[in-house]
Every structure is written in C-alpha cells, then in structure tokens.
C-alpha cells in the first residue's frame, strides 16, 4: 500500500514542461521529450526492489495524466488504492479502510522531490539540483537519462528516466538505503483526448472522508 503519495506523485513526472533555454543539451533533451506529453494514459508496473536484489512487491497500476494538474494514479493490486489530483485538491482513496483524506495539494511544495518538479513541469532549476547525463542513446530510439542529486541529503542515490522511441518507458528511483523503485510503463498512450470528469472524485455513500489540512 502506498506509503507516500506524494514521493509517489512526484515520481511518475511529466506535465506542462517548459524549455529552459540556458539549459545543457542534455536537460534540453530531456525537458522536450518531457514537453511532449499534453495527456498520457498507461498501465503502469511498480517494483519494490531490496538492496539484495529481492523484490519485495509487486504492484499493478493504471494511471492518467493530463495538464496541467490533472493526475489519477490507481493501484490495482495488491492493495487497491486510489488517488486523484485536481489543480489543488487531492483525493486519497483506500477502499479496504472504507475512507478518503481530501488535502490541499500545492504542485510549489514540494520542490526538494524530483518527482514533484516533473510533475508540475517546473524543471527550470533541475540543473541546480541534478546533474543529468544522457548516458545512453543518441537519437529518439532509445535514450536513458541520468539524474544525480548534487544535494548531500538528497533522499536518492541516483535517478534514470529511459524513453524508447520518444515514448515513456521505464523510471528507476535509487535511494541511498539501498532499496530501488521501478516504474515500467505499458500500453501507454499519449496525446488523446481525456475527460475532465476523470480528475474529479465523489465518495461512495458510506465512506469516511478526513479533510486533511483541508482549506476549501
């Protein structure tokens, strides 16, 4: 079950990203391809990796995107759990404890996450923050970029965002204690139109809402 939906928000990226033109080429590169992507839907498969190289969970998702603050990221299984993100109000939605905690979601706050940054397309500072590599590919068939916290209390070791064919195909977080999380993207399909109505959640009668930090 999802721990921390924010790092977990934050992680799967992308969403309004806009050029920063005294960037490197290789955060260039990264920020187009980032760019791209108006709406992107995708089934998503999440690896809990030990330090051993055990995996440690295996979950299934189904996510949706859409700019510039429209986020739906469904965990299937094994533990089902939902959450909605729309513009400044988060749905966090856990049916096996028959409750929702509604909060405030601020896409400024929480600017020490990478994830947070590529999700509200504010990659502006990244190379501030990261170095980042292109350590793999030379065209838009393959291409893995490398993002290395230049922070010493960054929680992570190392980041990698691959693309295959300008597409989004896989996302590894390295924290320093040791423990990977692997995001494979699958079935993904970008830039088709997705209803508004998706990044809107209403509790089912009987559930317990919790207003968490909740000002509207």
Partial sequence: MMTNHKLLVASVLLYSCAVNVSAQPDEQ??????QAIDTLSADVVQLIVESDGGVLEESKIHMYLKKPNGFYWETLSPFPELVVINDDTLWNYVPDLEQVVVEDWDWESDRSELAAQLLSGRTENL?????IVLVAGTDSEYQEFELTPLASDSIYEQISINFLAAELDMIYLNNKNGQKTVWQFENAVRNQPLEDSLFEFVPPDGIEVIENNYTR
């Fill in 29 to 34: 590169t990264l920020e187009m391809l980032l």
């Fill in 127 to 131: 190379s501030t923050q990261y170095a």
